[in-house]
């Protein structure tokens, strides 16, 4: 009974599994979240808890783990009499480890899902797909051929252009000869694939699941067992449940724990897919040629043994490839044994699943290279057992007896054989081609020296100096990036002896050194001196310990994005409609002038780093960074309706004062989201916010924004400093914080309810400075309601502390607009 045998057809039934399993780790990590809060409370805290969670979510299956976990639950509540003690040691050991075990399971669902569905694309295009396309070709090259046969006969039977009508005759033929033989081949191959995926790749790919499932149950149970033994006690009554809660436990078997799913999700034993055959109606058009038979004759020759030459080389190729994965799977199998054998601890387990995992997919790998050798092997046996009994016949015709054609004409033939090659190349595909670029991510079929540079894990592009520097944080930590002054050339940052170091990467006679050996490209010089722990200089003494991994989560790459229009300039650059070709979405894409200081350069990835960590409805979205090379773009939400200040001035003519208060509730819910943040915006204007669709207001710009402890940012200068906004602490001191942000909110609420009316009208920055000094503020706009203005008036307090906070101007505003 297993996954690989019974469950071939229940791919919904395992994605509902793993989405079962999944919610059920997130009650279990609430749980011990909470658990570790109530450890430090009273005791009536932990039985409010055990009230508010439930036994998991409800399955149509029996799971051991299930009524485990709903008898540990009812034991729990018995412990609410008592105070816990343990809180800081269950939050380093079982729920670090949980929270490392929910991200695993994760990425097993996502890498079965990738596989899962480039399995039945590759099966589906190599089955039917290619062979549907041969087929097509096969009947219009066939009635060529037919054609070009009695237009032979005509000129003959004429006397007039017989050669010419003969020379036709003789490429449709060959034309249609070679197609033959490719279709013959692309049959067997399809043969081979559907074989291999019936019995091996989909089996395989489900026992490797259930394996990793298995082991991830394994990996749970040791979890609960030790967090059944950190939160024990040694009174009567504690060691009393905590019997029952080990025995509950206990009962949880990985073995056994997926026997009744099965059952329940069992495959049909009938076979639901036809055999792969060949077509014999394409045979119908034609003479004399034999279905599943090579054809060796003087106009197939050259082009037979061109497929002969490059099946035998990709079948080298394979080979060696498989030598190679086949070798690490053993490395892997090894080291995965040996750290089994020497743990010590049964939380081990969760640190060894990611091992194991990859050892899983290594093991796809080897089996579809395995698939590509045994193809490719029947493919030029099927070849040679024809070639290998005599020389080609020559191929006669009834109507005439001279040869097939002069040595001119063979050279014309011969010369459009590169050309049949390279199209051989396609249906001989190499192992690379046929695991698939999204495949190759999980399987990591390309050895790490051999990935180009930006497809490094610890290359992380054209990040500043700054930004680097504050990635490196341990001894050895290490990465690669691309200069900012000088572009094109390469520079490797580490921390060693409590300082950042950086070592510009030497480049001359097509070798990259640092001051020893050189090699050919930089991640074999940098996996030279990682595994060789060879210092990177004699002077320095520093060692490469581990890399810094860039956050893939943002990363793009700068083909990732189509640009589109100009939508307008920056500070920093242009400002372009672009396409994220993933997905096929609109994007907004704001670049970063290559000749720019680096000071700005910063500045300019700032507001990037800033809103990775903000999500919501109200401040516009990031999608990613283009850091891999020059120029750097940041790559957000398209906002359909443009820059707010615009949009007021094109529409005043229809907006209603409703509207507006809208827009002003909307500002508000996001400057108070960011204020729950300790993030300080300090540029908050009309211009810096985008109207979306269903007219949502959302916060943008954050090129001057600061994310700081305590909420207060101190800075020095005017130098574009938007003064007719910045509240008087700031202008005089430096001091921005949420207060000064209300006050550039309360000038915001202005420029809505004036219609995009430039505040201060008729004054220059340093009168409207000098005025608000003196006590002068803005009158209320025509349109304005006398509750708004009098929330204006409230964000304009010369004192911060007597500014009201955002969630309370969300909650007047509100207010007012239900009125």
């Known amino acids: 009974m297993g996954f690989g045998r019974d469950l071939r057809n229940s791919h919904e039934g395992l994605l509902k599994l793993q989405d079962w399993e999944l919610k059920l780790l997130e009650t279990v990590k609430r749980f011990m979240t909470m658990r570790v809060k109530s450890d430090r409370e009273y005791s009536a805290l932990l039985h409010n808890m055990t009230e508010k969670l439930d036994s998991g979510p409800q399955v149509d299956y029996i799971s051991t783990v299930s009524k485990s976990w709903a008898h540990l639950i009812g034991q729990t509540e018995e412990l609410s009499r008592v105070m816990r003690s343990h809180a800081d040691e269950v939050n380093s050991g079982p729920l670090h480890r949980l929270a490392t075990l929910i991200r ?4 097993v669902k996502k890498s079965y899902q990738s596989l899962h ?67 013959v081949l692309a049959v067997r191959g399809a ?68 026997q009744h799913f099965i059952e329940v999700y069992r495959t049909p034993e009938t076979p639901e897919e036809p055999t792969v055959e060949f077509d014999s109606t394409l045979l119908e058009d034609t003479e004399n040629l034999p279905a599943n038979e090579i054809l060796w004759n003087n106009l197939t020759a050259d082009s037979l043994q061109a497929m002969l030459s490059l099946a035998t080389e990709e079948l080298s190729l394979t080979q060696q490839s498989l030598r190679s994965k086949e070798a690490l799977v053993e490395e892997l199998e090894a080291k995965i044994l040996d750290s089994t054998k020497t743990s010590e601890k049964k939380s081990d387990l969760v640190l060894l699943l990611s091992q194991k995992q990859s050892l899983e997919e290594l093991r796809q790998a080897v089996q579809l290279l395995h698939l590509s050798e045994s193809k490719l092997i029947s493919q030029k046996n099927l070849l040679d057992t024809k070639m290998a009994a005599a020389p080609p016949p020559a191929l006669t015709y009834e109507d005439d007896a001279r040869s097939v054609g002069s040595v001119e004409k063979a050279r014309e033939r011969i010369s459009k054989f590169d050309t049949l090659r390279h199209s051989l190349a396609g249906m001989i595909r190499s192992p690379k081609s046929m695991l698939g670029s999204s495949t190759s991510q999980f399987f990591e079929v390309i050895p790490t020296t051999e990935r180009p540079l930006a497809e490094q894990d610890w290359y992380h592009g054209a990040i500043p100096r700054t930004e680097a520097q504050e990635l490196l944080r341990q001894q050895g930590d290490f990465l690669v990036r691309e200069s900012h002054g000088k572009p094109g050339e390469y520079v490797l940052s580490v921390f060693a002896d409590s300082q950042r170091r ?125 850091t891999q090379r020059q120029p750097i773009y940041i790559v957000m939400e398209l906002v359909p309706g443009g820059d707010f200040l615009s949009f007021l001035r094109k529409r005043k003519e229809e907006l209603k004062t409703k509207q507006l208060v809208k827009f002003a509730v909307d500002a508000a819910s996001g400057m108070a989201y960011l204020e729950t943040k300790n993030c300080i915006h300090r540029d908050l204007a009309a211009r810096n916010c985008l109207v979306g669709e269903n007219s949502v207001l959302k916060i943008s710009d954050f090129g001057m924004s600061r994310q700081e402890d305590d909420g207060v940012y101190s800075s020095s200068g005017l130098k574009q400093i938007p003064i007719k906004w910045t509240a008087p602490e700031a202008l005089n001191y430096g001091r921005y914080s949420s207060e000064s942000d209300v006050w550039s909110y309360g000038i915001l609420l202005w420029e809505t309810f004036s219609l995009g009316v430039c505040p201060y009208p008729g ?56 009125k």
């Not at 005025?771 to 803005?778: A, F």
Request: aromatic share 6%; charged share 30%; with cysteine.
């Open 104 to 107: 695993d399971k994760q990425q």
């Open 502 to 626: 950086h070592f510009i990467i030497q480049f001359a006679d097509s070798q990259y050194r640092f001051e020893g050996t050189g090699f050919p490209t930089i991640p074999q010089l940098i996996d030279h001196h990682f595994s060789t722990k060879q210092v990177i200089t004699k002077k320095s003494g520093v060692i490469l310990q581990q890399p810094v991994v860039k956050d893939k989560k943002w990363i793009l790459n700068h083909e990732d994005v189509v640009l589109g229009e100009l939508l307008g300039k920056g500070n920093f650059g242009e400002v372009y409609k672009g396409t994220l070709q993933r997905d096929r979405i609109p994007v907004a894409v704001k670049t970063c002038k290559e000749d720019l200081p680096q000071e700005l350069k910063i500045k300019f990835l700032s507001e990037a780093r800033i809103l990775k960590q903000y999500d919501h409805p109200n401040i516009v979205k990031l999608i990613g960074v283009c």
């Open 191 to 258: 043969q081979l694939h559907q074989e291999h995926h019936q019995c091996h790749a989909v089996p395989r790919l489900l026992d490797s699941l259930q394996r990793m499932q298995e082991d991830m149950t394994a990996a749970l149970k040791s979890i609960l067992e030790e967090y059944s033994e950190i939160t024990s006690l040694l009174t009567d009554d504690i060691v009393k449940v905590h019997k029952e809660i080990h025995a509950a436990i206990q009962q949880i078997d990985p073995l056994a724990e997926y």
């Open 117 to 183: 569905q480039q399995i039945h694309s590759d099966h589906n295009k190599v089955t039917k797909t290619d062979l549907d396309k041969l087929k097509v070709t096969y009947r219009q090259v066939s009635r060529e051929a037919q054609n070009a046969k009695e237009k032979y006969r005509e000129a003959i039977a004429k006397g007039k252009e017989a050669e010419r009508a003969r020379e036709r005759y003789d490429k449709a033929t060959a034309k249609l000869h070679n197609l033959h033989n490719q279709y």
């Open 763 to 818: 004054m220059t920055n340093q009168q409207a400075r000098e005025q608000v000094e003196k006590g002068y503020r803005m009158a209320c706009p025509q349109r304005c309601p006398e509750e708004v203005y009098k929330v204006m008036q409230r964000c304009w307090q010369y004192n911060p502390d007597e500014r009201p906070k955002f969630a309370e101007l969300q909650r007047d505003l509100s207010a007012i607009k239900k």
